[in-house]
């Protein structure tokens, strides 16, 4: 073949190649749209919402919905951030039926092929959020609704999780994903605020065994708080003995002083959403192809030796073996969370302070989540690279100007799926201040990790007899 | 790769591309025709729901018994259904299907509920200013009602590996407004399987 030729063919090929890449774009999904992270920083919401509109379409339909209805949410257009959200609770239940187009073009080009369908987590996030929404709207029977769903939305989203991974460890991680204690202890404050009190009773005890089966994921202890209100709810449904097994059972739980909540009056719910979620970065890793991995009598199998190979186990000294090429690619791995300069809060009111409780941590449970995907997700990267790699040998013994486009279109187009809720706080915390009913001046100081007071605020609330209110509050800067 | 091939390969993703675009078609139905598109309480349930309730309340005896007493038909205001349900549902509609059901069998009165009653007794406060004599109409000649229809909405959903079961229980009480003795209970069940594809092109 001529060199003008082979110039000729490169050429096209190349061409291809670009719209390839430019298909699969450039910088990762973290990088392009951290900048939102700022504006949200400086109360900027509309050019927010602008910049999320801007990238409307795509993969990433999902996320947009998402992050335009929490941007919504904090800029107290409450309707409309019920809107935003319905729409992405609706595209993530339409997700579940999986596209073949889009997961054929995954294995030979990266899973932003794929449309994002949403993290456990992050589903679960969304009736929180909505529950807010309904009870700025003063409409306090939909955030019942909100309520109940919580705790289904997640068990669900972990369902289709675990429908997309092969390997009964990495199910079994996963499956350790489907309860949240915090999820289940805010319905059991909204089911008692409205005085459904045995329903509150079976959120407090789904929220305590949450809890205490879950501290090693997240790594928060069941809040001193949620032992009171189990112990108030089942008391005054008669759970005498059901209280006294679970006080045998988890005895901190209940470790803790009374804080006068069965006196009159009312209750301030105050839930306190700090810092920014670990994003996911994309991490480049080589693993060598081996002389011997001709044994593999699939490329599965083969995918299989080579996710045992980025295990920290394996040691190639130990094998008399050569390396044939190294497959580079790109796989998805947990960022830092950012603390931001708020991590507690102290309520005061009619003589009364308060501390908030560490009730929930995002970041970590951003991290379990990946950890669980982390087997199916590399085994299909390594198939992928290995179709990759196998186009490449096949070009190369073409022509080598083909071989070497193939490659570089191999690698342009290897890139992690960074995708994730970018807008969610690190951790959440709660504070529940008892009042007399009346009329209260109500001060929050936000403090900082050296326990200073770094900000306060006052607001007047009105509680009645047995009424509750739910605040929540972002601290962005 | 030739000149031709790659020609041949940009034919295919532009008739590909435009095959893929979506066009919104709009197509009108016949409103009593049942169209289950997400598997959620929709308007069908609720005319159901509602009709099924009305059918056992006139199947019982309570009308009957009120109106050998009094020699007239029972009066009932529709009062609140609560949805205990992780789904929003419409239940003014609801309530309103209740309503048209029971003025439908023709043999309940019904009365305004209490939102309703507001509005209602603000035009006729205008009427006091503004109305002429012949036509202001008085105060304190509202009908009391003599039962009030309660209940609730409950729901269990059931799924795995995409197939959804969903069931719907709607529990009514008709109760004497004077004594509270409940006069009549319902319940009427609505159960649903959503099958979602595993798979699309």
């Known amino acids: 073949m001529s060199l003008m030729r082979r110039l000729g063919a490169g050429s096209t090929v190349i061409g291809l190649a670009a719209a390839v890449v430019v298909a699969a774009g450039c910088a990762t999904y973290v990088a392009s749209n951290v900048e939102l992270r700022s504006m949200l920083e400086t109360g900027a919401w509309q050019r927010a919402l602008d910049r999320i509109d801007a990238r409307q379409g795509g993969r990433d339909r999902l996320l947009e919905l998402l992050q335009r209805g929490h941007v919504l949410h904090y800029a107290g257009r409450f309707e409309e951030s019920n809107a935003a959200f319905q729409q992405a609770e609706d595209l993530a239940a339409s997700l579940y039926t999986r596209s073949v187009s889009q997961h054929a073009a995954s294995f030979i080009v990266n899973d932003l092929t794929i449309d994002y369908r949403g993290k456990p987590f992050e589903l679960a996030m969304v009736p929180f959020y909505r529950a807010f929404n309904y009870l700025s709207l003063g409409d306090p029977d939909a955030a019942q609704v909100e309520a109940r769903k919580a705790t289904l939305a997640l068990a669900d989203a972990v369902e289709a999780t675990i429908r997309e991974i092969d390997r009964p460890e990495d199910r079994e991680a996963a499956r350790k994903l489907e309860d949240s204690g915090f999820l289940h202890w805010f319905s059991g404050l909204l089911f008692e605020s409205e005085g459904e009190v045995n329903d509150a009773f079976i959120a407090y005890r789904n929220a305590a065994r949450a809890y205490l089966g879950g501290t090693s994921l997240t790594g928060v202890p069941p809040p001193p708080a949620l032992g009171r209100d189990l112990e108030r709810t089942g008391l005054a449904l008669g759970f005498v003995s059901e209280i006294d097994d679970l006080r045998t059972a988890a005895p901190t739980l209940f470790d803790t002083p009374p804080n006068g909540d069965a006196a009159p009056g009312g209750e301030v719910v105050f839930v306190l959403e700090t810092g920014w979620i670990a994003p996911r970065d994309q991490l480049m890793l080589n693993v060598p192809i081996l002389d011997i991995d001709r044994r593999y009598g699939s490329n599965e199998d083969w995918a299989w030796g080579l996710v045992d190979r980025t295990s920290s186990n394996w040691n190639r000294s130990t094998v008399d073996v050569n390396v044939k090429y190294w497959l580079t690619v790109a796989v998805p791995t947990m960022g830092t969370p950012e603390a931001g300069p708020v991590t507690a809060v102290h309520l005061s009111a009619a003589g009364r302070t308060v501390a908030s409780e560490e009730a929930d941590d995002l970041s970590r449970r951003a991290a379990a989540t990946l950890e669980a995907e982390r087997g199916q997700m590399l085994f299909k990267t390594f198939v992928r690279a290995l179709v990759k790699y196998a186009a490449t040998q096949a070009a190369r013994k073409e022509d080598s100007t083909a071989g070497i486009i193939v490659n570089l279109l191999g690698v342009l187009t290897e890139r992690a799926d960074t995708r994730c809720w970018l807008t969610l706080p690190d951790r959440l915390s709660l504070a529940r201040l008892h009042l007399p009913a009346g009329r209260h001046e109500l001060r929050v100081d936000y403090l900082n990790a050296s326990g200073q007071v770094i900000h306060s605020e006052t607001e007047w609330v009105q509680i009645a007899d047995g009424g509750w209110i739910f605040l929540n509050r972002r601290p962005f800067s | ?201």
């Not at chain 2, 009305?54 to 007493?69: E, F, H």
């Not at chain 2, 003599?146 to 069931?167: M, P, T």
Request: aromatic residues 8%; charged residues 30%; glycine residues 6%.
């Open chain 2, 1 to 201: 790769m030739t000149r031709s091939t790659t020609v041949r390969i940009a034919l295919v993703l532009v008739l590909a591309a435009t095959v893929a675009c979506t066009t919104t078609k709009v197509t009108r139905v016949p409103t009593e025709e049942t169209i289950d598109l997400s598997g959620r309480w929709n308007d069908s349930d609720s005319q159901q729901a509602a009709q099924a309730l009305v059918d056992q309340s006139m199947a019982t005896p309570w009308v009957d018994d009120y109106m050998m007493k009094h020699g007239d038909k029972p009066t009932v205001i529709i009062g609140t259904l609560r949805n205990k349900t992780p789904e929003h549902i419409a239940v003014k509609t609801l309530v309103a299907d209740l309503e048209r059901s029971f003025i439908n069998s023709g043999r309940v009165t019904v009365v305004a509920s209490a939102e309703e009653r507001e509005e209602i007794r603000g035009e006729r406060e205008d009427q006091q200013r503004f109305a002429s004599d012949e036509t202001v109409k008085a105060w304190g000649r509202e009908q009391g009602a003599d039962y009030i229809l309660i209940g609730e909405i409950n729901a269990q959903f059931d799924s795995e590996k995409g197939k959804e079961v969903k069931y719907y229980q709607v529990d009514s009480y008709l109760v004497d407004l004077e004594t509270n003795v409940k006069v009549w209970t319902g319940f009427t069940k609505i159960k649903k399987f959503v099958g979602r594809s595993k798979y699309k092109p």
